[in-house]
């Protein structure tokens, strides 16, 4: 029997991105995403698909801004546990060790164990289904 997410199974194996946002001085939340994806060279524009619910999309609503970090294999433990629990519950910089460092051109943190740092601001937001999409 097919299900509605079976699609999903043709689209593995998927990178996995850590969508660090908020401010590095006050509330910051770090969040697993694996629907990331360029999606313009003139400009340079990515777009990430968030949950609605996600204490990460209030985040990015008000900040306008967010980091995607690319986090390695060795990382992927961490990943699951900021996948797997909300930013409303527990601090997950403090939860995973993982280290919060200023960026360069935004307010949100850098993760300082990821290999590559996206900062981005958000020009548009969309909704599509149970997730926004910022792009």
Request: net charge neutral.
């Amino acid at each position: 029997m097919k299900t509605d997410v079976e699609y999903l199974r043709f689209m593995w194996p998927m990178r996995h991105f850590l969508i660090s946002c908020g401010d590095i001085d006050d509330k910051s939340n770090i969040i697993a995403a694996s629907f990331c994806m360029p999606v313009s060279k003139e400009p340079t524009l990515i777009a990430c698909a968030i949950g609605k619910k996600a204490y990460s999309s209030e985040l990015i609503e008000s900040t306008k801004e967010f980091i995607v970090n690319v986090p390695t294999k060795e990382l992927q433990a961490k990943i699951y546990y900021c996948g797997y629990h909300s930013g409303h519950e527990v601090d997950k910089f403090k939860e995973t060790g993982l280290t919060p460092k200023p960026a360069r051109k935004v307010r949100a943190p850098i993760i300082e164990e990821c290999v590559a740092h996206m900062e981005c601001k958000v020009l548009q937001r969309v909704e599509t289904g149970d997730k926004n999409l910022s792009v």
